[in-house]
């Protein structure tokens, strides 16, 4: 069966770090990846997607980059990280094609920026 | 652009209470409806999806009807239970982009 793996679950990390987070599906191949963030009080924005490796498409003009340096791995990277880039950020993956798919999340990274 | 509203929370029924989150939205196409239910500190489980319009979607004793002429896809469960509290999330989705409304939360009170 498919599973999604992310880590770490919690983060904190001081302004002006460098912020490497990373997100891998099992069990599929090729699968369409996607990074959310959910800040406190708000929904989900969507930050990047990506249907194939080295394939990113960005959202948001930010202070976030993503990678996918392999079939199924996504990462979610900043240089220099700001309070505003605190949030719960989601990795998460689409399984089935057409009307049969479905949207699966992993279980989070809580960020806190100091 | 495609976009989605549910109503603000947080929502606060009485166990075994009638539960309705309303959720609309606004879409170029037809794409599918879907509502996740998110537990505190975990990522978004899919709850329910439906796929065109006058489809029914359901899961749990949860249910949504895709209404195309209201663009409408409200969430509703006869009999709440404790462990039902969560924050509940709308979407649309389709061609590798999905949209999320802001979330209702929801307290169930034994």
């Known amino acids: 069966s498919q599973t999604i793996h992310q880590w770490p679950a919690t983060l904190v990390q001081p302004v002006g770090s460098p912020l490497s987070l990373e997100c891998t599906v099992e069990?599929?191949?090729?699968?369409?990846l996607y990074w959310y963030r959910q800040a406190a009080g708000r929904g989900l924005q969507l930050l990047f997607y990506s249907v194939g490796i080295g394939q990113i498409s960005s959202e948001v003009p930010q202070n976030l980059s993503a990678s996918r340096p392999q079939d199924r791995q996504f990462i979610l990277s900043s240089k220099k990280l700001l309070l505003s880039d605190s949030g719960f950020y989601l990795c998460a993956w689409t399984y089935g094609d057409g009307l049969n798919e479905k949207l699966f999340f992993g279980s989070g990274t809580q960020l806190s920026v100091l | 652009g495609n976009s989605v509203t549910q109503m603000e929370g947080p929502v606060t029924l009485s166990e075994e209470a009638f539960l309705t989150i309303n959720c609309t939205y606004t879409?170029?196409?037809?794409?599918?409806l879907f509502w996740y239910v998110q537990y505190p500190g975990e990522g978004l489980q899919l709850l329910l999806k439906a796929t065109k319009a006058d489809d029914k979607g359901s899961n749990k004793g949860f249910e949504a009807t895709y209404r195309k002429e209201t663009t409408s896809f409200h969430l509703e469960k006869g009999s709440v239970q404790v462990s039902d509290s969560a924050v509940y999330f709308c979407a649309l989705g389709g061609t590798y982009k999905y949209i999320f409304g802001t979330g209702t939360r929801l307290k169930v009170l034994a």
């Open positions: 069990g599929t191949s090729n699968p369409n």
């Open positions: 879409a170029t196409g037809y794409p599918s």
